[in-house]
């Protein structure tokens, strides 16, 4: 599909008008993750930021659309959403596996001279830094183990089976990219780079996340929030003010 046809609106989701000329944020979820996760930001940072959520393909509304094989697929099927408006000041903000495929796209951006003026790096280790892992290999049980041991779901969503059936396919898939992504090494970004993690996430530890510092030749800086896998929830107003903070002015670079 040619980026001319693509329909923004479906990948893309606004839930607040921002003003002419804000800088873009681009929110790209977690593993099984959705747009509507990054409702909180926006209702915090617009209308001074144009807060744009993605909604990945295979879920919710886009449930009927095949997932994405590989982070670096997903990547380049949301750099082809933004072909158009390339010319637009353009923050990167991603959870988790939304941290990888944020970086897969900066590259993809950089290449193109239009970089992100800023890579927010949350609750993921850096792409350098390989683990073996395989929870999208075990079953449905232990999969639901693995999402609710990282509280990132809330919990009543557990009691319905309906909605459980729902979203497993869509948890198994981005379970399946984050686990088999590998980095192909290349020159480093030349954006900055602020990472975001909790002291206690079992999924990266402290030099996991420093090491986002190899990633780029422009500045960096890391900021550790007490909390697990999901720190975001609990330490929501000090990491929305960390990211307003960092984008201040950032339309103008």
């Not at 993605?54 to 750099?79: C, H, N, T, W």
Request: hydrophobic fraction near 40%.
């Amino acid at each position: 599909m040619s980026a001319t046809n693509i329909d923004e609106g479906l990948w893309l989701r606004r839930f607040q008008k921002a003003e002419p000329g804000a800088v873009r944020l681009l929110c790209l979820p977690h593993a099984g993750g959705s747009a509507s996760f990054f409702f909180p930001v926006a209702r915090a940072l617009s209308p001074g930021i144009d807060v744009a959520a993605v909604q990945y393909p295979g879920r919710q509304d886009r449930r009927q659309e095949p997932f994405a094989d590989s982070v670096p697929e997903l990547a380049k099927m949301i750099f082809d959403v933004l072909a158009g408006s390339l010319a637009t000041p353009t923050a990167l903000f991603g959870h988790s596996l939304g941290a990888s495929v944020g970086f897969e796209l900066a590259r993809l951006m950089e290449a193109e001279g239009a970089g992100p003026v800023r890579l927010f790096a949350s609750g993921r280790r850096a792409p350098s830094k390989h683990r073996d892992e395989s929870v999208h290999q075990l079953d449905d049980e232990g999969l639901l183990a693995d999402v609710r041991s990282l509280s990132g779901t809330d919990s009543r969503v557990f009691d319905d089976d309906e909605l459980v059936r729902m979203a497993l396919p869509a948890i198994r898939a981005d379970y399946r990219i984050a686990e088999t992504y590998t980095y192909t090494p290349g020159a480093p970004l030349t954006c900055p780079i602020t990472v975001f993690t909790g002291d206690a996430d079992q999924k990266t530890t402290h030099d996991e996340a420093q090491a986002w510092r190899e990633h780029t030749t422009g500045d960096f800086e890391l900021n550790t929030f007490p909390g697990g896998h999901f720190f975001l929830a609990t330490n929501q107003s000090k990491v929305l003010d960390r990211l307003s903070a960092s984008l201040d002015g950032a339309g103008a670079i």
